[in-house]
């Protein structure tokens, strides 16, 4: 009896918390296709009478979203390739061999995870603008990039350090290099740990706002972040294009999640044998 009165209040308990984690996200979809006038009717409607795209067609009319949408990917995009580029290398280094500074280095990656960013916003922008970077992709491709590649490391040595060393050393002695037995044995094992570095990667990119507004003030480079900053007006928040612009916003990293699933559970079920 107590088992299963043990087991009722589990799948209760996983019931409310299922529902309280996914209420906003149900409420944004709702309201980016409620009408206008419904968007405040009180009481609330929370299944509206009538159902319409006009919100998401708003949003294309007053704005370039697309251009938006598009500037967003190409940053996002690109960091994170260049981020995992660099990251595995170097976690690759840090996870296998052993030098002077080692111990400092990591320790550097992690100081850095704990100052705030705007603590050096004025000479990022200063040098962002001495190179003529100012309202250019580049500089928010450049700063994403220098932001990540730490924790990135970070994140992959953890992976590295799970693979036993005498994998690439049995490929070396069949006569690969080292190179060769990096990219042809060991990251084809790591690509759970590639895949849930790149998602953190791209999702970070995708989301940040604070250095798109101080480096980008041309309007045909925006991001998407800013984009939906702009529907809080001085006095009156544009709920009805602020949700359809957060539904919208919200698909590209539910597909990326979608299609590296399995890598995801993959790399956690390692973590957990390994563990």
Request: glycine fraction near 6%; charge should be positive.
């Amino acid at each position: 009896m107590k088992l299963r009165l043990f087991g009722m209040s589990k799948v209760i308990y996983l019931a409310i918390y299922l529902l309280v984690m996914v209420f906003p996200l149900y409420w944004i979809v709702i309201t980016s296709l409620k009408p206008q006038k419904d968007i405040f009717s009180f009481p609330l409607k929370y299944w509206p009478e009538r159902l319409t795209l006009d919100n998401y067609i708003h949003i294309f009319k007053i704005s370039k979203f697309h251009i938006y949408i598009g500037n967003s990917l190409l940053v996002a995009i690109t960091s994170a390739i260049i981020v995992l580029v660099i990251a595995i290398l170097s976690a690759y280094v840090l996870a296998r061999f052993k030098f002077r500074g080692h111990r400092q280095i990591m320790l550097a990656f992690f100081a850095t995870q704990m100052l705030p960013g705007f603590v050096a916003l004025a000479p990022l922008y200063l040098m962002m603008s001495n190179m003529g970077l100012i309202n250019n992709r580049i500089s928010l491709v450049l700063m994403y990039t220098v932001g990540l590649i730490p924790f990135s490391t970070i994140m992959l040595r953890g992976f590295f350090e799970r693979i036993p060393s005498s994998l690439e050393e049995a490929a070396m002695i069949d006569g690969c290099s080292r190179w060769t037995a990096l990219v042809r044995i060991i990251i084809p094992v790591m690509l759970p740990g590639i895949a849930s570095t790149f998602i953190f990667a791209f999702v970070q990119n995708w989301n940040e706002l604070f250095l798109a507004v101080m480096f980008i003030d041309n309007d045909a480079l925006k991001t998407l972040p800013v984009a939906m900053n702009s529907f809080i007006l001085k006095f009156d928040v544009d709920w009805g294009a602020m949700s359809a612009g957060a539904v919208l916003s919200i698909i590209p990293t539910i597909l990326l999640f979608a299609f590296a699933q399995r890598f995801i559970v993959e790399g956690l079920t390692q973590g957990a044998e390994k563990g």
